[in-house]
Structure formats: structure tokens, C-alpha cells
């Protein structure tokens, strides 16, 4: 720019904000106002601005770290937009300070491309900016974390977003019950640095974490810090790239990909694990499988669920139980049909709540019940539930045999050990379980119950056995063939036989049903 601009004196300007007054009104030269004023001093504006949100980002609080973001982003922008008009100004005047107009006329060419440049920053900054403003005026994405310590005393609750102070609270009430060894997390997410922090307390204190329900995002950042951790057969635990708030899109930024990666290092996750995770869109989610979860080492176990005392925690007198058995038709059917035995499930239910028991120790207790009375009842029902329930039986058993073969043996050889049955199959069909029960239970009459002769017995078991091998025979009519074969043998011989009693023709099934549940 020319040399001859340089030798004009300029109006005199005084005072503390003479330097901002004269680049305001153009009278610096041209050279100096676009590259030193312009260029210079906003680019500096922008480089101080990054730092400061980088800084406050990882220091600060949310809600003042979010204040101070839109004032730097505002400052800086009135920054740019003062310096733009100062040289736009020292553009129209250079001609007259003899300037060559070329130059002139570049810079201000350049000038409007920048202010087009920055509109555009600013309506890709502007979803930014507003969840920074909503954070900045108190309002968080979701409810805030609820802590609920479970009866026993061994483990916690904590539900609901992962927000500003979420980790304090865990902290706090991990004081008030040095006894906790558990965390159970039934969150949908929250923000990541509150995530790491809930996770510096897990691992500080060498907890378990345990899901029942959900988990997902940052909630999962909390969940592997967990020395083991387990989930319920149906419980999701989701997973996606992170993103900070006013990260900047839907994609996780190569500083919050690294961070995220050294996590599940820490935990000990698999690397194919950890690029499908990366590579999920923060809009979107992943819900591994359990086998991918256990393969990937992001779950150390594997669980058959009910490993908290939820159930007892909930209901705290007898009468609470009462109410809430007695919503299900079933045990509405049974209260009033049988109120002995209604009562015989809820006295030993309540009596595992009071011991702050498990759910699956709450559970077992209640089918102990159970069991000897649907075995009573059954052969006392009509020949369309008969024929209803053992179908049912049949699609249970398939899905057992394919989700936990160990279960669907104790389901149909009950010995005692805890599992959790309504865990792994679909609601659907335990809501069709639960139909059938309550049907089984007002048809009941005794005058159907005919004791039948051994030699009957014999040939429905007969029939039922026919396409079984000699093996699966053995596995199913023998308890020490039982116990030397697999899970997967002894659930696919049961399998066998209940498929066989539907080959009975169906106007002789109701018969055969009756006969074999009566023997």
C-alpha cells in the first residue's frame, strides 16, 4: 500500500481510548489498520478466546464456564466487527490520503468476504451458543441425579442425568454408608466431565457398578470405572462419540475421541470395541449385545439379574406388597380364589424384603410359593388352558435354550438356585405367563383331577418321547444323566419332549396334558 499515505498527518487523538477512536474512524493507514488492527489483533481475539473456553471448559463450573464462553465469543466478535469497520473507514480515505485506490478497493472486497465468513461462523455457532445459554440460565438437558440407597446398605442407586454436582452427591452419600459396595446406574447420560468425575469416585473407592434398567453416554464413562461390572440380561447400555456442550456438531472432536479412547483403555475394553463406539454418531447410540460386551471385557460377568434390593427398597410394608402383587391379574385372581395361598407367597416375599434381600432372593422365595400351588391347580383347569400353557411352555423353553440353557434346567428341574426367569424372556410372553396363571386359577376345579394309573403315565410319556434320541431319554428321565450333561443337552432334551406332547392329536392333548401333570 502506498508509501505517500504514510507521510499525511493524522487528526490528533488523546486519551485512554484514543487508539480505539482513531482505528474507529479510519485515520490509522491503510497497511496498518488491516493487517495490525484487523488481522492481527483479531486473530488474537479468536487464539484468547479458544484458550479461555479450553481453559474454563476443563476448570470451571458449568453454568459459570458457559457464561464466560458467550462473553469471550461476544467480545471477540464485536472485536472483529470494530476492527472491520475501523479499516473499512481507512479503505474510503485512502484515495484521498493518496492511496492507491486498487488497494482500496482489495481490502474492501476482503473486508465484506470476511464479514461473510463470520455470518457464517455464526450461524454454525449458534446451536453452540444456545446450549451454552441454557446452561447459563440454570436449565440442564433431563432430570437431575436422583441417590437412593438400597435396603442392606450394599448398594446405591444413582438415577436420573449426570449434571453439574452429580459426583459430589455420590460422594456424599458414600460417607453417610461406608458399607456400599455397589453402584447401580439407571441414567440416560449428561455431560462427560461429570461422567469422569463419578468415575474418579468409583474407582477411588474400588466399587462395583452394576445396570439394571439403562445406561447410556455419559453414564457408561461412570459404569466402567466399576472393578466388576455386571448387567441385567435385559438391561441396554448405550454407547456413541462424545461431544462436550458447544463441542462443535454432532462428531466427537479428535480432543474428546482421545479422552473417550483412554477411558475404556483404563478399563480394559477391547480395541474393536472402542472404534465401533468412536465411529457411532453422537446423534445416534449403540446397544451392544451382553456376549459383545463380555467379549469386549466392558462387562466382567455375566449376570442373571435382581442383584440389588430394589423390590425391598420400594415397598416398605406388607400391605404395599399386597397392593402391588394384587395389580397383576394373576395374584388379584389368587387373593380371591385362594387367599391362603395369596398370603403363604406374600408372608415369604415380605420376610426376604424385611432381611433387605436381593430381588432375585425376593423372588425365589415368592415362586417357592408359587410352584406347588400352579402344580396343584393345573390339572384342575379346562382342556384349552392345558393345551394354551404347554405351548406357551414350549416358546419359553426355546428361548432359554438359545439366551441361558442353565436357567431354562432349573425352570424345568427346580432345585433352588437363584435365578431369574422373567429376566430373559420377552415381556410379551411374560405377560402371557401371567394371563394364563390367572385363567389356570379361576377354572380351577377339583372335580377335573383324576388320579391316573402309572401305566397311562407311562404311555403319554411314551408318545411325547418319540422323537427323542436314547441320550436325551436318559438326560431327561435320569437325575445322574442330568448332572453329567450339559445345560444344553439337558434344555434341549426337555425341549424335545414338550414338542412331542403337541404332536399328540388335539383332541387327546387336553387328556395327556391332565395326565402328565397330575403324575
Not at 469497520?85 to 486498487?102: E, F, I, P, Q
Not at 478399563?267 to 467379549?295: C, H, I, K, N, Q
Request: proline share 4%; charged share 20%.
Amino acid at each position: 500500500m502506498d508509501s505517500i499515505e504514510q507521510s499525511l498527518p493524522a487528526p490528533a487523538y488523546t486519551g485512554p481510548f484514543a487508539f480505539f477512536r482513531r482505528h474507529w474512524n479510519g485515520d490509522y493507514p491503510l497497511g496498518r489498520s488491516y493487517w495490525v488492527n484487523n488481522v492481527l489483533l483479531s486473530l488474537g481475539a479468536v487464539l484468547l478466546g479458544l484458550m479461555v473456553v479450553r481453559w474454563l471448559s476443563d476448570r470451571a463450573q458449568y453454568r459459570y464456564s458457559s457464561i464466560a464462553i458467550m462473553a469471550t465469543m461476544v467480545l471477540a466478535y464485536t472485536c472483529s466487527l470494530w476492527a472491520m469497520r475501523g479499516t473499512w473507514m481507512s479503505a474510503s480515505k485512502h484515495t484521498s490520503r493518496g492511496g492507491h485506490r486498487g488497494w482500496a478497493i482489495t481490502a474492501q472486497v476482503m473486508l465484506c468476504l470476511g464479514l461473510v465468513k463470520a455470518a457464517v461462523d455464526v450461524r454454525q455457532l449458534w446451536p453452540q451458543m444456545k446450549e451454552h445459554w441454557q446452561i447459563a440460565t440454570g436449565e440442564v438437558f433431563g432430570s437431575n441425579a436422583r441417590i437412593e440407597l438400597r435396603a442392606g446398605g450394599q448398594s446405591l442407586l444413582l438415577a436420573g442425568g449426570i449434571h453439574e454436582g452429580s459426583a459430589e452427591q455420590l460422594e456424599a452419600a458414600l460417607r453417610a454408608n461406608p458399607g456400599v459396595r455397589t453402584v447401580v446406574f439407571s441414567s440416560p447420560g449428561g455431560w462427560i466431565r461429570e461422567g469422569e468425575r463419578l468415575a474418579d469416585v468409583v474407582r477411588s473407592r474400588g466399587l462395583n457398578t452394576y445396570v439394571e434398567g439403562g445406561c447410556a453416554s455419559a453414564c457408561t464413562i461412570a459404569f466402567l470405572a466399576g472393578k466388576d461390572r455386571a448387567a441385567a440380561p435385559n438391561a441396554r447400555i448405550g454407547f456413541h462419540a462424545g461431544r462436550r456442550v458447544g463441542g462443535g456438531g454432532p462428531s466427537a472432536s479428535a480432543r474428546d475421541a482421545d479422552e473417550l479412547r483412554a477411558v475404556y483403555r483404563r478399563a480394559g475394553v477391547e480395541g474393536a470395541f472402542v472404534t465401533r463406539v468412536l465411529s457411532t454418531p453422537y446423534e445416534g447410540m449403540w446397544f451392544p449385545t451382553v456376549d459383545e460386551m463380555l467379549a469386549a471385557k466392558v462387562l466382567t460377568r455375566r449376570s442373571i439379574g435382581g442383584e440389588t434390593a430394589a423390590m425391598a427398597t420400594a415397598f416398605k410394608s406388607r400391605e404395599a406388597w399386597a397392593a402391588t402383587l394384587k395389580q397383576t391379574e394373576a395374584f388379584a385372581a389368587l387373593e380371591e380364589r385362594a387367599p391362603q395361598d395369596f398370603a403363604r407367597i406374600l408372608d415369604a416375599a415380605w420376610a426376604k424384603a424385611q432381611a433387605g434381600a436381593t430381588d432375585t432372593e425376593v423372588s425365589m422365595a415368592a415362586r417357592a410359593q408359587v410352584t406347588p400351588i400352579v402344580s396343584r391347580l393345573l390339572p384342575q383347569t379346562s382342556d384349552a388352558t392345558l393345551i394354551a400353557y404347554h405351548q406357551l411352555l414350549v416358546k419359553e423353553f426355546e428361548v432359554l435354550l438359545e439366551k441361558d440353557p442353565a436357567v431354562c434346567v432349573e425352570a424345568a428341574f427346580p432345585t433352588g438356585k437363584p435365578v431369574n426367569l422373567m429376566s430373559l424372556l420377552p415381556k410379551e410372553m411374560v405377560a402371557e405367563e401371567l394371563r394364563l396363571l390367572a385363567q389356570v386359577i379361576r377354572e380351577a376345579d377339583p372335580k377335573r383331577v383324576k388320579r391316573p394309573a402309572q401305566s397311562e403315565l407311562a404311555l403319554v410319556a411314551g408318545r411325547a418321547a418319540r422323537k427323542m434320541t436314547d441320550q436325551q431319554r436318559d438326560i431327561f428321565a435320569d437325575e445322574t444323566s442330568r448332572a453329567k450333561a450339559s445345560p444344553a443337552a439337558v434344555c434341549g432334551a426337555t425341549l424335545v419332549f414338550f414338542k412331542g406332547l403337541g404332536d399328540i392329536p388335539l383332541a387327546e392333548r387336553g387328556r395327556g396334558l391332565r395326565v402328565l401333570f397330575s403324575g
